[in-house]
């Protein structure tokens, strides 16, 4: 099993630059989630998916669009790059959201750059 | 005020010392809790989860206190491979998890 996977490592962008991070989990979860994390703030929650075809916003949205297709892949889109969206994106996927299934498995991370 | 809230540290200990860290969330919904390892600039990775009262594991043991609202993390015997950030992880089965900012552990020879 690849785990989580992640794409593009890193990646530069200038302001108003549109692009997609890429996440795919080959574990047969159900649950995904894509989450930001800059220094001194934690990780926060972008948006998550309780399966295919079904996604809801986390704590900070707002820039950023998903969908789910299928159960393998996760993408997360940004709109108009804006530099505070610099940050580190991790992916993550556990099999469920209850007790027992909601461990979470996480991707490498995208390191992105907004110029 | 947060609702999962961790001391930043850092925390500076000697090899073999015994280091708690706390945790603490202001939901009672609160249902599962996590302790997750980040080492600098990689993906967290699991160390403990917490169902009920506590959770042991080698030389790390987590202790839940619902009354008091709080997780706590013990590391005993500390190695320099336990250098990392230890976050504290909160789940209300709402499908979003709470991730505190996280306690940075510095164990030094």
């Known amino acids: 099993n690849a785990g989580v996977t992640q794409t593009p490592k890193f990646q530069v962008l200038k302001t108003g630059q549109s692009m997609t991070l890429q996440c795919a989990q080959d574990?047969?979860?159900?649950?995904m989630s894509w989450y930001r994390q800059d220094p001194g703030m934690g990780l926060r929650l972008i948006h998550y998916s309780v399966g295919a075809g079904i996604t809801d916003q986390g704590e900070v949205p707002n820039g950023y669009n998903v969908s789910r297709s299928t159960t393998e892949d996760f993408p997360l889109r940004l709109l108009s790059a804006a530099p505070s969206q610099t940050s580190v994106y991790f992916c993550?996927?556990?099999?469920?959201?209850?007790?027992?299934?909601?461990?979470?498995?996480f991707g490498p991370g995208t390191r992105l750059t907004v110029l | 005020r947060k609702e999962v809230e961790q001391d930043p540290g850092p925390f500076n200990v000697p090899e073999g010392a015994t280091v708690a860290f706390n945790c603490t969330y202001s939901n009672s919904a609160s249902q599962s809790f996590f302790w997750y390892r980040q080492d600098c600039r990689k993906e967290p990775k699991l160390l403990m989860s917490?169902?009920?009262s506590g959770n042991e594991d080698g030389r790390f043991t987590a202790q839940l206190n619902r009354a008091s609202q709080y997780i706590s993390l013990l590391i005993r015997d500390s190695k320099l491979s336990d250098s990392a950030t230890y976050l504290c992880?909160?789940?209300?089965?709402?499908?979003?998890?709470?991730f505190g900012q996280g306690t940075t552990l510095q164990v030094k020879p």
């Open positions: 993550a996927s556990s099999y469920g959201q209850g007790r027992g299934t909601d461990t979470q498995y």
């Open positions: 574990m047969n979860h159900e649950y």
């Open positions: 917490v169902y009920s």
């Open positions: 992880v909160v789940n209300k089965y709402t499908g979003k998890l709470i």
